[in-house]
């Protein structure tokens, strides 16, 4: 089943309409048990095909339990082997083939569910909310329909607390909560799809294009794809948590405007916040740490923040996939956040606290820098969506020349381009209608969500627009 679609809107009106029967939080328990349960089983073309699934969920209880009655050699042992367990059933290729078991069994979900097992198995029950405890629970967080699929990965005592809520939605929170329905389904089924179609006909174009017309595409085929992979996500997000919030579920949000971000640190702190926040406490931190107690000067001591900046954004890379372009992935990301902390660390040792700081407040600059970070993120993905025989087709169509400059033209226009929609948003959140930015005034937001539902119709009845794949569903 997609997600956003039409099958899955009405497969979560029928579950809204059913969970709002009962009153009592066991009532509630229960149905989204049932609900998660028939969904997860929906992708199995056989039971067998779930055991899998139920063996690594089974796994993930069995380390939370043990933490209280087997002693403190669990909280290393258990995750280690989660972690072992999940590289295994992912099919990662340096785990021998002999080993591996055969395809076909379900792994929708399974890296997300990876990230809240692990979560639980890390911190045990014993830090967890009371009435933490129990199958029921436990399953109906790390099954969670809504964000199954590609996340949002969220915390299991932010769960609970939404879990235990029986209340009436206000009208107010009715609203918002359909209007992010709109919104994700606008995003992913129009916007997203008409941006991976112009991006793949660049890249059509790219191939039998001229060698200045091949810059001009290259450049192109590699800003669009950030663009719609941003859509095509945080459209599933929008669509996701307004779904949830009509079950009384809080998911967290995942996106935070990242293009605007003036760094490739701050950018991974408002895109895909949810996963970037989970590694920095699971990882990051207690890398820190454990380097810091080893640090024999206090002079490395900056330089540990930037060696576990690389390794915690390589996990991120490497985690998006099994093969060698996901490594080089993961090093392009490590090294993005690790360069950008030394060069933090360069230009406040040789301009000050003082001076560094009023120069990221200049606009030229920071325009600059948007564009760089943009530049380098959307370089990075090309080893996300393309294979190696892909990128040596592009390198030996473009040249070393050709890149540098389909590079430096994708700087420039989204330094230029990105300022231009910082300030418009400026502009637009600005008290001008009825004391209100336009985009906080009820009647726009009314008036736009209208335009996006005649829009998505008329793709979906007139054009027979299929509804778009979430690419994160793949991960």
């Keep these: ?63 939370v339990s043990a933490r209280r009655r087997l002693g403190p050699w669990t909280m290393w042992a258990f995750p280690l082997l989660v972690l072992l367990v999940f590289v295994w059933l992912k099919r990662y290729l340096f785990v021998p083939q002999q080993l591996l078991l055969p395809q076909g069994y379900v792994l929708v979900g399974l890296s ?20 933490a405890r129990g199958w029921v629970s ?98 599933y997000t929008d669509f996701v948590i307004g779904i949830a919030r009509f079950l009384h579920l809080e998911l967290p949000e995942n996106f935070d405007r990242p293009f605007a971000s003036g760094n490739f640190i701050t950018f991974w702190s408002r895109w895909h916040m949810t996963l970037s926040n989970w590694v920095k406490t ?42 060698s372009e996901f490594v080089f992935f993961g090093f392009l990301q490590g090294g993005g956040v690790a360069g950008n902390k030394l060069y933090q660390l360069g230009m406040t040792r040789a301009l000050g606290r003082g001076r560094y700081h009023r120069l990221t407040n200049n606009t030229g600059y920071a325009m600059l820098m948007r564009g760089v970070t943009f530049t380098w993120f959307a370089f990075s993905v090309l080893w996300f969506w393309s294979s190696w025989s892909q990128l040596a087709s592009f390198a030996e169509r473009i040249g070393v020349r050709g890149g540098i400059l389909a590079l430096a033209l994708i700087l420039a226009v989204a330094a230029l381009l990105l300022e231009a929609l910082t300030r418009l948003g400026g502009w637009m959140r600005r008290p001008a209608l009825w004391g209100e930015g336009l985009l906080e005034s009820p009647y726009v937001r009314l008036a736009l969500a209208l335009d996006m539902i005649v829009i998505v119709t008329f793709a979906a009845l007139a054009l027979h627009a299929p509804p778009s794949q979430i690419v994160y569903q793949r991960f």
Aim: aromatic share 16%.
């Design 112 to 131: 997300y569910v990876f990230f809240r097992v692990m979560h639980l198995v890390i911190d045990g029950w014993e830090s967890l909310p009371r009435g």
């Design 282 to 323: 699971y990882v990051y931190t207690p890398a820190v740490l454990a380097m810091m107690r080893r640090a024999s000067s206090a002079k490395l001591e900056p330089l540990i923040g930037v060696a576990a900046y690389f390794l915690t954004f390589f996990l991120v890379g490497l985690w998006h996939g099994q093969t």
């Design 1 to 63: 089943m997609i997600v956003p679609s039409f099958t899955f809107l009405a497969f979560a009106l029928l579950v809204i309409v059913v969970l709002h029967l009962g009153r009592t939080a066991r009532w509630r328990q229960a149905v989204l048990l049932a609900v998660n349960l028939a969904f997860l089983a929906y992708f199995a073309a056989r039971p067998a095909a779930l055991l899998p699934y139920a063996g690594f969920l089974l796994l993930g209880a069995l380390g």
């Design 138 to 235: 436990y399953l109906n967080y790390t099954l969670n329909f809504t964000s199954l699929v590609s996340g949002p990965i969220q915390y299991y005592d932010d769960y609970r607390r939404s879990e235990q809520e029986t209340g009436r939605l206000t009208g107010s929170d009715a609203w918002r909560a359909i209007e992010r329905v709109i919104i994700g389904f606008f995003k992913v089924y129009v916007v997203s799809a008409v941006l991976h179609a112009v991006q793949q006909s660049q890249v059509e174009a790219f191939a039998t294009a001229d060698a200045t017309e091949a810059i001009l595409h290259g450049a192109a085929l590699t800003a669009l794809y950030p663009v719609y992979l941003y859509f095509n996500f945080s459209g």
